[in-house]
């Protein structure tokens, strides 16, 4: 049971990894807390599921959603959020705002019943783990947060535009100055976020299923992750994510009525001692 | 802007008010008494956005505490509405405090998101918490006394509460600690240097905001008889900051305009479409872009800019009157 549940805890973090990373990157280097990720999540899921009962191809829904969610915080990004540049709080609020628009849209077209994300047959069924048998889907969902973690690490270690984001997290001004494109290096970085809000979606939207509030569900988990971890931090997010993730599982079975208080609990008690988080830098 | 303008004004507005149960019916009677109990909740948003400089997401829960408490109480013991809402605005205070030790430490975004979750944790435990809760399905009780059941009784009622209300939150704000809260909206720093206990004072600006933030849900209690998750939802926080910042935030009695227009648009639309949560994100998204001072505010600054001696730039403005 204990096995099960720490194996439950540790698929959802590597969700929880995925979107929160989004979440971070686009915070750290922009500075724009983005309350529209969770319902880019949602709708990242529901692009998944449409392109998934299509065409029957688990990878063109994760693809497709991806870039739909991409596409569309682009749009967010160089359609809205540049009118309010300079104001942190105008910029929160207007995602807050872009989000309540995008679950209702989401609410017309797929109304309130739950769905789930097609997954490929070969991950379907449960795999025999030392006598135990476990969703062999939850387990690729592991393998891929632990791969995604890889792949944004070497993006941000190991290359040009992750070295730039890296420098802009520190200090976005000084990186504009050495006449680096820091306006096209936000688009991008938001755009990054996003899909990977989107591939969270296609992701969750297998195991978790898709419905009307699980985009507020998501963002409150990825807003903790991100609080415990710091701005800007991919190992934060991680570390974050593996605390968030193994407290609401183990915090559901144990105490179902106050799930949510075993997540904020350890969070608020952080937060009194490091209010920039795990990882986090001063602005 | 001279104080006779303001007091005719004020006894202008207080006119119009006092005078609306005798020209419109019992429906529209009770959609005044909501937008009332909406604009002390947008108000109390204000005395922390406005004065203090924290914009909170998590009025809505404190408001949805009082309510809950109240409706509650009142479901196992009808005897005593009156005691309930006093527990009911006790707990919402409690709450409020609660959340500043941990909020205060905090400024800008990271405030704004530390509130968003503290206001979430509210929402999943009244959701989650069914034995006492009612889960989904809420809490219904009936509690108004006999002399409140007739709406325009009932819109006095609220009025008299409001204007009382409101007075404390305009006396609050610009008494000396109001004016300590404006500082630290200002300058932190310049504040702890001249010796003020900034994490004090915006922890008592925080609790107080809360108290008034929980009257409004125990008034909202009498008004509605019911209760669910959806009034300590994150949409009933973020519609009474929208309401606030479409009046004007920083003016204070902008939360009695934005109430009225958000809650006189919600009126309207709902005749004809279902689609009330879209308009209201566009709303929100059209006022950070277009309008984020808010209709308060740019009456305001119209004013300031027609004044012939204008005050310096940065110099806090310390008449918030209509």
Avoid at chain 1, 72 to 96: E, I, P, S, Y
Avoid at chain 2, 282 to 291: E, H, K, N, P
Wanted: glycine share 12%; proline share 3%.
């Amino acid at each position: 049971m204990t096995a099960f549940l720490a194996l439950n805890s540790a698929s959802f973090a590597a969700l929880l990894f995925v979107v929160a990373s989004g979440f971070t990157l686009i915070f750290g280097l922009m500075r724009i807390i983005n309350l529209a990720h969770g319902a880019l999540y949602l709708l990242g899921g529901y692009v998944g599921l449409v392109i998934g009962v299509r065409t029957g191809s688990f990878t063109l829904a994760v693809v497709g959603a991806s870039a739909a969610v991409a596409l569309v915080g682009c749009l967010v990004d160089v359609g809205l959020l540049r009118f309010v540049k300079d104001n942190a709080l105008r910029q929160v609020l207007l995602t807050l705002g872009v989000a309540i628009v995008l679950d209702d849209i989401d609410l017309v077209i797929f109304g309130g019943d739950t769905f789930t994300v097609p997954v490929p047959e070969f991950l379907e069924g449960p795999v025999s783990l030392g006598g135990m048998y476990y969703p062999k889907y939850r387990l690729f969902v592991l393998v891929a947060g632990v791969a995604i973690y890889a792949a944004l690490w070497l993006l941000l270690n190991r290359t040009r535009l992750g070295s730039l984001i890296r420098a802009g997290v520190d200090d976005a001004e000084m990186v504009d100055a050495m006449g680096v494109d820091i306006k096209r290096l936000f688009v991008y970085t938001f755009m990054l976020g996003c899909a990977l809000a989107g591939l969270g979606g296609v992701m969750g939207g297998a195991f978790l299923t898709l419905y009307p509030t699980a985009d507020s569900e998501i963002l409150v988990f990825s807003l903790a992750v991100v609080i415990i971890g710091g701005r800007g931090s991919l190992l934060g997010a991680a570390i974050g994510s593996i605390l968030v993730g193994f407290l609401a599982t183990f915090g559901q079975v144990w105490f179902p009525e106050f799930a949510y208080f075993v997540i904020f609990g350890p969070m608020a008690i952080l937060l009194a001692f490091r209010p920039l988080g795990l990882f986090g830098k001063a602005a | 802007m001279g104080t006779r303008l303001n007091w005719l004004v004020t006894i202008a507005v207080l006119a119009g008010l006092a005078a609306v149960p005798f020209f419109v019916g019992t429906y529209k009677t009770t959609l005044a008494s909501q937008m009332l109990i909406f604009a002390i909740l947008a108000m109390s948003i204000d005395v922390l956005a406005g004065f203090a400089g924290r914009t909170t997401l998590c009025h809505g829960a404190i408001f949805g505490v009082s309510t809950y408490v109240v409706l509650y109480l009142t479901s196992i013991d009808a005897s005593s509405p009156w005691l309930a809402a006093v527990l009911g605005i006790l707990a919402a205070t409690l709450v409020a405090a609660i959340f500043a030790i941990l909020a205060i430490r905090t400024a800008g975004v990271y405030f704004l998101l530390l509130t968003l979750a503290l206001g979430m944790i509210i929402w999943g435990i009244c959701l989650r918490w069914t034995s006492v809760t009612g889960g989904e399905n809420g809490i219904r009780s009936t509690i108004r006394p006999d002399w409140l059941l007739d709406s325009a009784n009932f819109y006095y009622f609220t009025l008299a509460i409001f204007v009382v209300l409101a007075f404390a939150m305009w006396r609050f704000v610009n008494s000396p600690f109001g004016l300590s809260l404006q500082g630290i909206r200002e300058s932190e720093t310049r504040m702890r240097a001249l010796g003020y206990n900034v994490s004090l004072h915006l922890f008592i600006g925080f609790t107080i905001s809360g108290f008034f933030a929980g009257a409004a849900g125990a008034l909202y209690a009498f008004f509605n008889g019911f209760v669910s998750p959806t009034t300590v939802a994150l949409g009933q926080s973020v519609a009474a900051l929208l309401m606030a910042i479409v009046g004007g935030v920083g003016t204070l009695f902008g939360g009695l305009v934005g109430s009225i227009m958000v809650t006189a648009v919600q009126d309207i639309v709902s005749v004809y479409t279902d689609r009330w949560s879209m308009l209201l994100g566009l709303m929100f998204i059209g006022a950070m872009v277009f309008a984020p001072e808010g209709i308060l505010g740019k009456i305001r600054t119209m004013l300031a800019s027609r004044a012939a001696q204008a005050r310096p730039a940065g110099t806090p403005p310390n008449q918030q009157r209509r």
